[in-house]
């Protein structure tokens, strides 16, 4: 009798429980031929951070990211050191609807933004490799988007609180 397991996720609350779930990994190990690949293993501290600096982790492991907040970030696992972060409850405002397509707005890190153009009768992957946008940071306060396809687009974040678009075709310039 065999079973496998791939890309398993447990959450754990106390030092205890990160201390039974090693040694219940060593007894396992002994009885068979399971294994955990610690070095392809990742913690990530999900909720309360106040307990963090007493949790500790075994060799060589160490907190991936400091502390995510469940009630404001939606995450998604893209690689080994990519998040792709949507921050919900402060850039909903950016979600927009222009001229019947709609607009969504990622934040990937604190560098890179993505945009993405989705026609509204379409789902959002079948349009992701066409519609998405080469994006490049200017400076601190300057967001450039061009976007490669029949259309040019030029995006500009002017400030924190002036947005600029520009369409280069059919349609005058638009602004938000």
Same mark, same amino acid.
């Given at each position: ?65 400091? =502390? ?18 949507? =921050? ?89």
């Amino acid at each position: 009798m065999s079973a496998y397991a791939d890309d398993v996720m447990v959450v754990v609350n106390t030092q205890r429980d990160i201390d039974i779930l090693k040694e219940n990994r060593s007894l396992f190990h002994k009885l068979s031929s399971a294994k955990v690949n610690w070095s392809k293993s990742e913690a990530v501290v999900v909720g309360d951070k106040s307990g963090l600096d007493s949790l500790a982790l075994p060799d060589p492991h160490t907190w991936l990211f400091r =502390w995510i907040d469940p009630h404001t970030w939606l995450f998604r696992w893209i690689d080994r050191y990519t998040w792709l972060f949507l =921050w919900i409850d402060h850039y909903t405002w950016l979600f927009r609807w222009i001229d019947r397509y709609t607009w969504l707005f990622l934040w990937l890190d604190r560098y890179t933004w993505l945009f993405l153009w989705i026609d509204r009768y379409t789902w959002l992957f079948r349009w992701i490799d066409r519609y998405t946008w080469l994006f490049r940071w200017i400076d601190r306060y300057t967001w450039l988007f061009l976007w490669i396809d029949r259309y040019t687009w030029l995006f500009l974040w002017i400030d924190r609180y002036t947005w600029l678009f520009l369409w280069i075709d059919r349609y005058p310039w638009l602004f938000c």
